[in-house]
C-alpha cells in the first residue's frame, strides 16, 4: 500500500551534522503529520520531531535548536536536519507518516519506514 523509504544515517562524529531523508510512495491520497522517532538500545522509541501538512513542527526538548524538520509536500517527503550531534543522538531513526489511501477514507493510517541507523561517536 504504502512504503516509507529512509536515507542518510550514518556514522559521525560528535558536533557534526546528518541530513536523514524519507519518501513516501503507493496508494496515498494525502498525508496529513509526518515526523521522526528513534530508538536507542534498551530504551523506548521517542519522538524526534513531527510536522503537519501545513508546516506547523513540534521538537522534542532534547533536539531544539539543533535538529530541523522541514516537508515537500508535492513529493510526500520529510527530512530531518541534524546539526551538533552528540553521542546521546545514537539510535535507529524511523520516519512515519499518517496517510488517507482514498478520498473517501475517514481516517489516516499511520505507516512507519525500516529505520536508519545514526551513530555518534565521542
Known amino acids: 500500500q504504502v512504503q516509507l523509504v529512509e536515507s542518510g544515517g550514518g556514522l559521525v562524529q560528535a558536533g557534526g551534522s546528518l541530513r536523514l531523508s524519507c519518501a513516501a510512495s503507493g496508494s496515498i491520497f494525502s498525508i496529513n503529520g509526518m515526523g521522526w522517532y528513534r530508538q536507542a538500545p534498551g530504551k523506548q522509541r521517542e519522538l524526534v520531531a513531527a510536522i503537519t501538512s501545513g508546516g506547523s513542527t513540534n521538537l522534542a526538548d532534547s533536539v531544539k535548536g539543533r535538529f530541523t524538520i522541514f516537508r515537500d509536500n508535492a513529493k510526500n517527503t520529510v527530512s530531518l536536519r541534524m546539526n551538533s550531534l552528540k553521542p546521546e543522538d545514537t539510535a535507529v531513526y524511523y520516519c512515519?507518516?499518517?496517510?488517507?489511501?482514498?478520498?473517501?477514507?475517514?481516517?489516516?493510517?499511520?505507516?512507519w519506514g525500516q529505520g536508519t541507523q545514526v551513530t555518534v561517536s565521542s
Open positions: 512515519n507518516a499518517d496517510v488517507k489511501l482514498r478520498s473517501y477514507s475517514t481516517t489516516y493510517l499511520r505507516f
